[in-house]
């Protein structure tokens, strides 16, 4: 995991290879909660169901993951300002967490995309 950082705020994470047993990317006060786990054979999660609880966000995240391909993400800074570019390539994955970014396809591409909901039109193009 690499955290991408400008001016001490998180702009993004960046998921390259798993660690062993369960491990929570994010801060539990995050819009978006990113989970990774690699876990073996014949382990398993208790059966559960999340109670009905009202959560209120006002921004949001997305989380790319790259099952195959290559991308490059532009990111930019919570004020518009571009400042860093990186490339993900298949099994690997970003949650973009403040500020702005770009994608370009650099190669044939199946992506993944979640994000906060519910979906409302609010893109700003910088």
Same mark, same amino acid.
């Given at each position: 995991?690499? #955290?991408?950082?400008?001016?001490?705020? +998180? &702009?993004?994470?960046? $998921? =390259?290879?798993?660690?062993?047993?369960?491990?929570?990317?994010?801060?539990?006060?995050?819009?978006?909660?990113?989970?990774?786990?690699?876990?073996?054979?014949?382990?398993?999660?208790?059966?559960?169901?999340?109670?009905?609880?009202?959560?209120?966000?006002? #921004?949001?995240?997305?989380?790319?993951? +790259? &099952?195959?391909?290559? $991308? =490059?993400?532009?990111?930019?800074?919570?004020?518009?300002?571009?400042?860093?570019?990186?490339?993900?390539?298949?099994?690997?994955?970003?949650?973009?967490?403040?500020?702005?970014?770009?994608?370009?396809?650099?190669?044939?591409?199946?992506?993944?995309?979640? #994000?906060?909901?519910?979906?409302?039109?609010?893109?700003?193009?910088?």
């Amino acid at each position: 995991m690499d #955290k991408i950082i400008y001016n001490n705020n +998180v &702009i993004a994470i960046r $998921i =390259k290879k798993f660690k062993n047993g369960i491990m929570p990317l994010t801060d539990p006060h995050e819009p978006l909660q990113l989970v990774i786990h690699k876990r073996s054979s014949g382990e398993y999660t208790k059966a559960h169901t999340h109670a009905l609880k009202r959560r209120i966000t006002e #921004k949001l995240q997305e989380c790319l993951v +790259v &099952i195959n391909g290559k $991308i =490059k993400i532009d990111f930019y800074t919570p004020d518009k300002k571009y400042f860093k570019s990186i490339h993900l390539s298949s099994g690997e994955a970003i949650i973009f967490m403040n500020g702005g970014h770009g994608v370009h396809i650099l190669k044939d591409s199946e992506i993944i995309e979640i #994000k906060n909901g519910p979906f409302i039109e609010d893109k700003i193009f910088i």
